[in-house]
């Protein structure tokens, strides 16, 4: 397990490098991401979040919508191929942004393409709860965060709620609860 980078970390508006070789040290960042993840009872989690810049994230995610990808994976060099015009609102937080969470309107179905550890290409199907966590993630490796799509009176909103938190000093790394769902 790594810590998890909280926002104003520069590594997270980084945009992140391709993988370059699908070796033992891609297992490791893969496996961190997974034991990571599923420590901090969050969705979703990208290297950039554990201080790795390359791309790969890991998902938990559970979803009705589900079938044959089920809970969890991950996906090395992803790259969204299809994204439905129809946009869903709901909930969506971030572990590098603990307790702070915004209604957010993201494509209802998105299609991954990538491959996993081993190098084999993978295509993911993602609707609703997946279908975000996909954009959300790999939003992560382009060093986007998701309160930089809130509308403008949001976002302000937001880092209004940010730098109160900072100056009371509560912007300590997640470690501490459960943040089910935080991607
Ligand atoms: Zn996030």
Avoid at 46 to 72: C, H, K, N, W
């Amino acid at each position: 397990m790594r810590p998890i980078r909280i926002f104003g970390d520069p590594l997270l508006r980084r945009i992140a490098a391709p993988v370059p070789d699908f070796d033992s040290s891609l297992r490791r960042l893969v496996r961190d991401l997974t034991e990571t993840l599923t420590d901090a009872s969050g969705a979703g989690l990208a290297a950039p979040q554990i201080g790795v810049g390359l791309r790969v994230f890991a998902y938990v995610v559970t979803d009705e919508s589900m079938e044959e990808y089920g809970t969890m994976g991950h996906v090395v060099n992803p790259v969204l191929v299809e994204q439905s015009a129809e946009a869903i609102e709901d909930t969506e937080g971030c572990l590098s942004l603990p307790g702070l969470e915004y209604e957010l309107a993201r494509p209802g179905r998105v299609v991954a393409e990538g491959f996993d550890q081993h190098g084999e290409p993978l295509r993911i199907e993602g609707t609703e709860r997946l279908a975000r966590c996909l954009a959300h993630e790999t939003d992560h490796l382009d060093g986007v965060l998701f309160i930089d799509r809130l509308d403008p009176v949001t976002r302000r909103r937001a880092l209004q709620e940010i730098s109160e938190r900072v100056v009371a000093g509560e912007d300590v790394p997640v470690k501490r609860s459960p943040h089910s769902g935080l991607l």
